[in-house]
């Protein structure tokens, strides 16, 4: 039974680190379109409140993958969450290249330690158009936390819920220092604003570890 619980923790760890590395990385900095590709560019943020701290990683999902997703502090090696680009909350601005067509964001998940909150039904998916050649601004995706603590007074993830905001002014002007070339070229294309929940309740998932177990001499 423990060795079970100890491959359950292994393999737990093991898959956050894995998502970690599939998270979605912006173009270079001195990105430019290719007419002979099929691409566009659209600009979207991922954030979470202060009160979730860097222990907090928001992810949100792009067409239907787990495997695609952005992140609110992705790691720069597994378990060592990166810097934030924002002052009020912690997030990342990402500038992304897409295949022309429909995409959407479809679902979302808030992971803390071993605490992973997620949606008790499936939210109506975010969709939007990318178009070749065009840079689009999406929105924030947002994490709005609440808060809790252990029997030990430390913060730990409650739960919470996400929400599409107009961050264009802060967004866009972190873009415009790190992408001059852009800067003229973006159109503002929001995804649906307000809570993006199918209902309040959610699902809170809490992995056990073992206790460790003596080395026998």
């Not at 079970?4 to 093991?14: H, Y």
């Not at 730990?156 to 599409?164: C, D, E, K, N, Q």
């Not at 972190?174 to 699902?203: C, F, H, M, N």
Request: charged fraction near 25%; glycine fraction near 8%; aromatic fraction near 8%.
């Amino acid at each position: 039974m423990a060795y079970r619980k100890l491959l359950r923790a292994i393999s737990a760890v093991a898959l956050t680190w894995l998502l970690a590395g599939c998270a979605e990385r912006s173009v270079r900095d001195d990105f430019s379109f290719d007419k002979a590709k099929n691409e566009g560019i659209v600009i979207v943020s991922a954030s979470h409140d202060e009160s979730g701290g860097r222990r907090v990683q928001a992810e949100f999902y792009l067409d239907k993958s787990t495997m695609h997703m952005i992140s609110s502090l992705p790691d720069v090696v597994p378990g060592i969450p990166g810097g934030s680009d924002f002052d009020n909350d912690y997030g990342k601005v990402y500038v992304l290249s897409l295949p022309a067509g429909r995409h959407e964001f479809s679902s979302w998940h808030f992971v803390s330690g071993t605490v992973i909150v997620g949606p008790k039904e499936k939210p109506t998916p975010l969709s939007f158009d990318v178009v070749a050649n065009q840079v689009k601004y999406l929105g924030n995706l947002h994490a709005h936390l609440l808060m809790g603590e252990n029997i030990f007074g430390i913060s730990i993830l409650g739960s919470g819920y996400p929400v599409v905001r107009d961050e264009g002014e802060r967004d866009l002007a972190i873009v415009a220092e790190k992408y001059p070339q852009l800067k003229d070229k973006v159109t503002i294309d929001l995804l649906k604003r307000g809570p993006w929940i199918s209902s309040w309740e959610t699902t809170r998932d809490v992995i056990t570890l073992p206790p460790p177990v003596p080395i026998r001499k």
